[in-house]
Structure formats: structure tokens, C-alpha cells
């Protein structure tokens, strides 16, 4: 056991790599390590790195970067970098010959060695590369130390098996393993012991939960079950695959009581041409069959969406089709992203590839046309009362509050004490296109 050390944690990415963080924090808890509240202040400091696009890269060399006039006056400070980015062969490359004040590389498969190598490093003052190219067995289970006190993140499964051809996660992250539904159901209500409300199930794609395990179960199977935990007052689920949403999914959904009605499923495309060519395994003509399925189910929901625009060979065409799509969805919101390309994966090795300027000129104009739909989708929720789970002070007012509606949108509204971890009735009187503004009316 470390005295008086103190650790701070930089995430980038996912929520797969904020909930990895929690559990970087719960092992070195166990160590003994205290949390900083700044990074100036850690005896030890380790950044959780992604790779899913080249910004995201760049943004973690900066910071390394920046850490060495903290090594400087601190030699006995201890860097570490893990995440997806360590999973590959060049930037740990960069980091073993440029950095040489980063003293911890590891792996996202051996993230569970980190006590070990970080006591290593205490006692010997060594550098340490440990990096295992290949996942070992199951995914273990590690303690974790959560941001919040009634909301929590559960892990069902990890890895990919889809390899869209634009994307490094298979390579990064490996093959798909589930967790034993007796364990996760075990770990939820542990959780709900402990005063959790709400849960989201991770998992790179969570509708193929339990296909790797030998049982007559699947994901919608899972959600049932969790369904029936009592205490138990939301279950939220990501990232959804549409080839994989299929019609037992969205009936289970739609019978449950707990199982909030938001579905973020990434198109990536309207063309059909760059589907096929991205290995998405699905039509605009299977999405918008699905979107027609889950509007019948429901009356009150959201739909979300991840769109890459400039992916490899896409036409002016093409972009059209997606604009098409995105206006007969009418999406809730869209996470928009430039095409970004990743060595090894099969479209970086495309000769077609699209210009800045047209990506560029793309994204912005998909923004566009994103921002109109999702303003006018929350206007029609001006007048209407929601269920909200109020998380905490907002972000840039403390007389306010905010909190998320089932359906995942963020609303505001003015401070009360006591109401953080509730679930209470906001009545919407101004909607903007990311947030709605209201009024508590029950708590
Ligand atoms: N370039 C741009 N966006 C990507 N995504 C994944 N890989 C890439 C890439 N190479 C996007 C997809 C995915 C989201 C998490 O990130 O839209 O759904
Ligand atoms: Fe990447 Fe496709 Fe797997 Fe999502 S489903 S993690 S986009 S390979």
C-alpha cells in the first residue's frame, strides 16, 4: 500500500473507456491512491486513450507532450497510457522513442496487470511496455469507482466482430466475449444495493450479446430478465448495431417498463453503395424498415444516429442519399463525424479517398440540415411533462439544475435542493436543438 499518493485519470472516447477509467480508479484505490482534483497535483497520472479517429491521436500526443515539464520538476511523478491507441504498433512506437518520461504502456487486454506494473515501476523506477496483442479468456471482473451514486455503467460484452471496413475497434479491442448473464445480473443488483437507479449496458455491439456463449439466450432475453430487478428504475444499452436490432429486440422493448425508449442506432450512411462498401450488412431500405417498426411500437421515443460523411469513393450522389435519409428519419440528434482514416483497416488502403475540402464542405452542410430536425423535433416537446433523473448542478450555471429524460435529452431547470438522484416531472417551456428548458411540477 501506497501513503498520501494521489492519481489523476484523463479519459478520451467512449463510454467503454469512461467506465474503464472507473475501473483504473478502482485498482489503484486498492493500491491505496487517493483521487486529485488536479492533474498538477498526482503522484501518478494515466491517460486513457482512443483511437477511433486520427483527432483523437493527435489530442493525446499534445498531452503527452505537455506532461514532460511536469516529469521535470516531479522525477518521481509516474506517467501511464492505456487504451485503444496503445493497442497499436505506432503510437507505442512514438511513445517508447519520443516520450521517454512516459514510464507505463499497457494494453486494454491486460488492463487488469496494472497494480502489479505500477508497483514495478514504484520499486524499481523502471519503464515498463506491456502490451498483450491478443484478449486472454474472459473479461475479467475488476472493482471500479463510479462518478456517480445512482448511475452506473455494466459491462455485457466487449470486442467486435463486424470489421466495418472504416473502423479499428475489432483490431483494438478483439474479438466479441460476453459475460455471464448470472454475473451481470449479480453485478446490477450489488449495484442497486448500493442506491443505483439507472444502468447502461456496454458493450461495442450489445444486440449480438450471448451469440458467443453456448445458450438459448440473447440480448432482448437479457433485458427482460433485468426488466423484472426491482429497485431497479431505468436500463439504458450501447451501441447498437441496426443489421442486429431486430423485431424481438423492439417488442421486448416496448413491453418493458424499464427500458428506456431512445434508440441510438448508427446509420454511418443513407448510399447503398457505401453501406456495401463499408460491411455494414444492412439497406437504407432494412434501417428504414426498423425505424418504421420501432414508430409503431411506440408513441413517446428519440432515435439517434453516428454518421460518417467523405467515407472513401463516396459521390456527391451518395451524400444526397444520406441528407435524403436523414430528413425522412428525422433523427433526434446525430453524432456527425469526418471519414478518418486508420492504418490497417481495409478502407485506409482505398485509392479513392475523399479531399479535406469535400469532407469539410460535407459535414458541415449534414450539421446543417442535423440542426433544423433536431430543433424541430424538441419544439413539439414544448408543453409536454417529462420523466427526468435528476444527475446535478448543470454545467455552466449552479442555479440550475439538469438532468436526462428517458429519452435522453438534457434537460434544465432551476435549482432545488434534494432532488439529485430523483426521478421528477419537468413541464418544457423552451426547447432549443440540444436542450430543453422547464420547470419541476412533481417531485
Ligand atoms: N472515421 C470516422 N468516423 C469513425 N467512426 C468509427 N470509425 C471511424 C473512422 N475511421 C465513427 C462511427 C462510429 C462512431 C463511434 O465513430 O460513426 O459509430
Ligand atoms: Fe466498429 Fe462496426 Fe464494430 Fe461499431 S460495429 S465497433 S463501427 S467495427
Redesign the pocket.
Known sequence: MVENKKYYIKTYG?QMNEHDSEKIAGMLEEKGYNPADELEKADLIFLNTCT??ENAELKVFGKVGSLKRLKRANPDLIIGIGGCMMQVEEPVQKIKEKFPHVDLVIGTHNLHKLPELVSEIEESDQRIISVWDQEKGIIPDLPSVRKSDFQAWVTIMQGCDNY?S????PYVRGHERSRLKENIINEVENLIEDGVIEITLLGQNVNSYAQDLEADYDFADLLAELDEIEGLKRIRYM?SHPRDFNEKTIKTIADSNKVCEHFHL?I?SGSNDVLYEMNRGYTREDYLAMIDNIKEHFDHYSITT???VGFPGETDENFQDTLDIVKEVEFDMA?T??????TG?P?AKKDNQISEEVKDRRLQKLMKVQNKISLRQNKKLEGKNLEVLVEGESKNNPATFMGRSRTNKLVIFPRQEGLIGKVVKVKIDNAQSWTLYGDVIET
Not at 463525424?337 to 486508420?342: D, G, M, T
Open positions: 467512449c477511433v479517429r466495418c472504416y473502423c479499428i475497434v451501441t448508427p454511418q453516428d454518421i460518417i453524432f463525424f469526418k471519414y478518418s482514416k486508420r483497416t478502407a
